[in-house]
């Protein structure tokens, strides 16, 4: 069975940091583009950020850019270290992962691109 499961979350101040993870299981082979998405209520599911991992390559959405950093190990486990936190990145953060993007990942910003989904890691930041 194939799963995508969110760690991490909780609640931090404004200027705070968390680190969320997402351990992947079941998957016959490694995911070679995963990344995060985040929906605050009322809002669209923005994509925050994405990996290629056949070289490392990340995208960042402008709005966390130089404040998260997403990275994987060697598990099958991603990871998103959040910095300065601001109240406006209070959101459900949800794990997505495309095994086989054929090297498509640093322009797979819609939702429907990702087959694989987490249950998603409520991120919750006060002012």
């Known amino acids: 069975q194939v799963q995508l499961v969110e760690s991490g979350g909780g609640s931090v101040q404004a200027g705070g940091s968390l680190r969320l993870s997402c351990a992947a299981s079941?998957?016959?082979?490694?995911?070679?583009?995963w990344g995060w998405f985040r929906q605050a209520p009322g809002e669209k599911r923005e994509g925050v950020a994405r990996?290629?991992?056949?070289?490392?390559?990340t995208y960042y959405s402008p709005s966390v850019k130089r404040r998260f950093t997403i990275s994987h190990d060697a598990k099958s486990t991603l990871y998103l270290q959040m910095n300065s936190l601001k109240p406006e990145d209070t959101a459900m953060y949800y794990c997505?992962?495309?095994?086989?993007?054929?090297?498509?990942?640093?322009?797979?910003?819609?939702?429907?691109?990702?087959?694989?989904w987490g249950q998603g890691t409520q991120v919750t930041v006060s002012s």
């Open positions: 990996i290629y991992t056949g070289n490392n390559l």
């Open positions: 997505v992962a495309e095994p086989r993007s054929g090297g498509y990942c640093y322009t797979r910003q819609y939702e429907s691109e990702y087959n694989y």
């Open positions: 079941g998957f016959p082979g490694s995911i070679d583009c």
